[in-house]
């Protein structure tokens, strides 16, 4: 996430300090009195199992052909169990159900809070704009990587009896 720098309550340029244990940005303003506590976004994730498979799919924007979980923001007030049934609607056009929550988990680079469920899929899968393509993978051959969204799945493929490899995204390795 990037950092603010300047104020958005009045303007003036941020400083740092230290601020509840952590250095933070800060208004210099003490009138103001804003500070920037840089707190996790929440974000929900969905383990989409669809006739028996995991859906796995690419994001847009994304360069390297690397396959997720479904995610999405939380809206006001929304509970994240129907935050994630929304987002499987939204993203892969399938009527999800029996969302059931797998753990959640710190996505450092992202500064979030990924909030992880599986969830059972049914319907015909039309990607939204948000994706560009997508993959259903047999649950026994699934494999994870080493982020968040990555560890919920092997969470969840070990609540199963599966023990997926780990996807090594070295350069010199076979990648997602
Ligand atoms: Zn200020």
Avoid at 22 to 43: I, M, S
Avoid at 108 to 135: D, F, K, P, T, W
Avoid at 154 to 163: A, K, P, V
Wanted: proline content about 7%; hydrophobic content about 40%; some cysteine.
């Amino acid at each position: 996430m990037t950092a603010f720098k300047f104020c958005p309550r009045c303007a003036r340029p941020l400083i740092e300090r230290e601020q509840g244990g952590l250095v933070r940005r800060v208004c210099p303003d003490q009138a103001c009195g804003f500070v920037h506590w840089d707190n996790p976004t929440p974000v929900v994730a969905a383990v989409v199992e669809h006739e028996g498979q995991i859906v796995l799919a690419r994001n847009a924007l994304w360069p390297q052909r690397f396959f997720g979980l479904i995610t999405g923001f939380l809206e006001r007030n929304e509970d994240p169990a129907e935050a994630v049934l929304r987002e499987v609607e939204e993203e892969l056009g399938l009527k999800a159900q029996s969302p059931a929550f797998i753990g959640h988990y710190t996505f450092e680079r992202m500064n979030q809070l990924i909030v992880a469920y599986h969830v059972v899929a049914e319907g015909e899968i039309v990607l939204n704009e948000e994706l560009s393509e997508y993959i259903r993978v047999a649950p026994e051959k699934a494999r994870y990587w080493p982020a968040a969204t990555g560890l919920a799945l092997r969470d969840w493929l070990h609540s199963r009896g599966y023990q997926p490899e780990l996807i090594d995204l070295s350069p010199r390795g076979k990648g997602g």
